[in-house]
């Protein structure tokens, strides 16, 4: 795994530099020096102090690591002084978050909601645990990244693919493939039986059921195909949630956002044969692999704005 991006010393400096308590004080020891009387003698001992205190914070791991996950939120564009965000923005989000729950059975969509829900709860406990009461939303800065809405965003689709299979597996009748593959075979060799070993290659009738068994055994492993994929997909649902469970519990006691912030990203990018599959399946679920991923842990997602009537019983 690559090593994550070091913000750097002028950078580290600059942050422990303008760090506000450190300005009050600076700045406060710098005015008493001068007003002293002796600021030939006081001003230098207050740089002192100040070459000291920056030497010592920008060499401590903690902070530095801190500093270094804000540079990557900056690049990523998910800043403490976030990007505004329009109506427009908000709304395009919640209408295709919706668009996939309103699809899903009631079940399924209530797994999605709790897993969301979840998330949600442990960012405010972790705000809570640091006493950052100041983002409404609840969302902790470690856990509001873009790679925590991806893994929501492929966990939803899953069920989405899941639940396309699992419709496609009860409409296809195996039993009755397995029955018009042997019933072809038979009557392909009553007929090879019937017009010789030499006229076989030119009997239109030998030549039709030859096409009709192929046809049926690719039904067969196409059956076989997606029942294997049910079960991948079922195993990686497990996963996946277990996955993003821990990550944002792990975030209540944990202090240090830069590793927070690597564990999230490591996990995200993990999951490229989850989003194979999906690819695979999109015609069944229709959920496009081009889209960009919508911002799940910021959209509202209350029971009002969800559409009536959706869901039913799972599949």
């Known amino acids: 795994m690559a090593e994550p991006k070091k913000a750097g010393l ?10 506000r308590w450190n300005m009050l004080v600076f700045g406060g020891a710098a005015a008493a020096a001068v007003v002293s009387g002796h600021a030939d003698i006081a001003i230098p001992l207050v740089v002192a102090a100040e070459v000291v205190y920056l030497a010592g914070l920008t060499t401590l791991p903690r902070f530095q690591g801190a500093i270094d996950a804000k540079v990557r939120a900056e690049e990523r564009g998910q800043t403490g002084q976030r990007a505004a965000v329009t109506p427009q923005d908000v709304g395009d989000a919640r209408d295709r978050i919706l668009e996939v729950l309103k699809s899903l059975t009631e079940d399924r969509r209530s797994r999605f909601l709790r897993l969301r829900a979840r998330c949600v709860e442990m960012s405010r406990i972790a705000n809570a645990v640091r006493g ?14 873009p790679a925590l809405d991806r893994l929501l965003w492929v966990f939803l689709r899953l069920l989405l693919s899941e639940q ?14 397995e029955k018009t593959v042997g019933d072809l075979k038979i009557r392909r060799k009553k007929r090879a039986d019937s017009v010789g070993e030499a006229n076989q290659a030119d009997d239109r009738i030998i030549r039709s059921l030859d096409d009709s068994i192929s046809t049926a055994e690719a039904r067969k492993e196409n059956v076989e195909k997606a029942r294997h994929n049910a079960e991948f997909i079922a195993t990686e649902l497990d996963r996946l949630e277990n996955k993003i469970q821990a990550v944002t519990e792990l975030a209540v006691g944990h202090t240090d956002p830069n590793e927070m912030s690597h564990r999230i990203d490591a996990i995200s990018d993990g999951i490229q044969q989850t989003e194979q599959t999906i690819r695979e399946l999109q015609q069944i679920t229709g959920v496009s692999d081009a889209d960009t991923t919508p911002s799940i842990l910021d ?15 799972r599949s």
């Open 299 to 313: 959209t509202d997602l209350t029971p009002q704005r969800q559409v009536e009537g959706a869901g039913g019983r």
């Open 132 to 145: 950052d009461t100041r983002d409404s939303s609840g969302a902790s800065t470690e856990l509001r990244t």
């Open 164 to 177: 396309a299979i699992s419709r496609f597996l009860q409409a296809a009748d195996e039993a009755s493939i």
């Open 10 to 19: 002028l950078r580290y400096l600059k942050e422990a530099f303008t760090f």
